[in-house]
C-alpha cells in the first residue's frame, strides 16, 4: 500500500505544494484558511445582539410617577398611623404632603382626616364618618387638561369600597384647567368608624389602567 502523499494544491498557482505549507514556495501566496471568517461572523453576531438588546430599556409607561418631599404643614395627625408593611416599597404610594409628578399633572396631597358637617341634614349612616381629602392640580401640560371629583376616584377602607359623597363645603376640584393653571378642593367618602385603613386611588390614565394611591389612614 503507497504511503499518502504529505501534499496539497495551491490555491492560487494550483501547484503541488507541501501540506503543512502557509506560504506556496512557487507564487509566495499565503495561503489562508477559514478560521478569519469564523472571527468576523463571530463578531457581527456579538454586535448585532447588543444593539437587539438596548431596546429593552426604553420606558414602556410614560405617565410615570414620583414622590418628592413636600413644605406643606397641613399635615393630619391621625395621617400618620400607616401601614407600612403594605405601602413602604410601592412606588405608586403616597402620603400626606406629598408632591405626585404625572405626565400632566403636579398633585399635591395637601391633608387628609374626619369631616363633620355643620349642617344637620349632611351626616353619615349609622357606624359610619365621612373623610375628606384634599388635593391641589397644576396643569404641567401644554394643553387644557380635565380634573373630576367623580369620576377618577376611589376609596377602600380594609379594602372594602366606601361611597363616595357630594358634600359641596369645599369642592373645587372640578375644572378645566388652561396649561400653567392649577385648582385646589376636596373629595369626601363615608366609610366605617372603625376603619384601620383607608386609602384612596386616582385614575391617571383611564385606558392603561394607571393608577397611584393615596394613603389616608
Not at 171 to 186: F, I, P
Amino acid at each position: 500500500m503507497s504511503e499518502e502523499k504529505e501534499t496539497k494544491v495551491c490555491k492560487y498557482c494550483k501547484s503541488e505544494i507541501p501540506k503543512k505549507a502557509k506560504v506556496c514556495p512557487n507564487c509566495r501566496k499565503k495561503q489562508g484558511g477559514i478560521g478569519k471568517w469564523i472571527v468576523i461572523a463571530v463578531i457581527v453576531i456579538i454586535v448585532i445582539a447588543a444593539i437587539s438588546g438596548g431596546g429593552d430599556d426604553k420606558d414602556k409607561n410614560p405617565q410615570k410617577v414620583s414622590q418628592t418631599p413636600s413644605d406643606d404643614k397641613q399635615t393630619s395627625s391621625e395621617n400618620k398611623k400607616t401601614d407600612d408593611t403594605e405601602t413602604q416599597d410601592k412606588s405608586n404610594v403616597f402620603q400626606v404632603g406629598d408632591v405626585v409628578e404625572t405626565e400632566d399633572f403636579k398633585i399635591t396631597f395637601v391633608s387628609a382626616g374626619k369631616y363633620k358637617s355643620d349642617n344637620e341634614y349632611i351626616t353619615p349612616k349609622k357606624g359610619y364618618e365621612y373623610w375628606q381629602f384634599k388635593f391641589k392640580f397644576e396643569n404641567t401640560s401644554d394643553t387644557d387638561q380635565n380634573v373630576s371629583t367623580m369620576m377618577d376616584w376611589e376609596c377602600y377602607a380594609d379594602n372594602s369600597k366606601a361611597d363616595q359623597q357630594w358634600i359641596g363645603d369645599d369642592s373645587g376640584l372640578d375644572a378645566t384647567l388652561s396649561a400653567g393653571r392649577q385648582t385646589e378642593g376636596t373629595v369626601y367618602f363615608e366609610v366605617p368608624k372603625d376603619s384601620k385603613h383607608i386609602e384612596l386611588e386616582y385614575d391617571i390614565n383611564y385606558w392603561q389602567d394607571n393608577k397611584i394611591v393615596f394613603v389616608g389612614k
